[in-house]
Nanobody, 115 residues
Framework: QVQLVESGGGLVQAGGSLKLSCAASASIFSANAMGWYRQAPGKQRELVARITRGGSTNYADSVKGRFTISRDNAKNTVYLQMNSLKPEDTAVYYC?????????WGQGTQVTVSS
């Protein structure tokens, strides 16, 4: 069982920045990949950014150039730096810990971007 604790969400004006953190209760190297997903009201959950065990990253087209995923191996923590935020980035952001047999999810953190 892996627990994920997200933090860093909040209310920000358009053009502002936020940094989300996801602290895992297990070594992040035991995951095939870790990622950030988001879900806006009335929409499906979507991938925002992902980082593999080897360090490869990929991003949703809508956030490329604005968001950066990174990790601190010693702290078993993954981050999502979000810059140039837009109202359409408003959603609940979830941390994901992917293993061969199961996906673990955090409880989510709300990000609200006002125009």
């Amino acid at each position: 069982q892996v627990q994920l604790v997200e933090s860093g969400g909040g209310l920000v004006q358009a053009g502002g920045s936020l940094k989300l953190s996801c602290a895992a209760s297990a070594s992040i190297f035991s995951a095939n990949a870790m990622g950030w997903y988001r879900q806006a009201p009335g929409k499906q959950r979507e991938l925002v950014a992902r980082i593999t065990r080897g360090g490869s990253t990929n991003y949703a087209d809508s956030v490329k150039g604005r968001f950066t995923i990174s990790r601190d191996n010693a702290k078993n923590t993954v981050y999502l730096q979000m810059n140039s935020l837009k109202p359409e980035d408003t959603a609940v952001y979830y941390c994901n810990f992917q293993t061969w047999g199961y996906d673990y999810w955090g409880q989510g953190t709300q990000v609200t971007v006002s125009s």
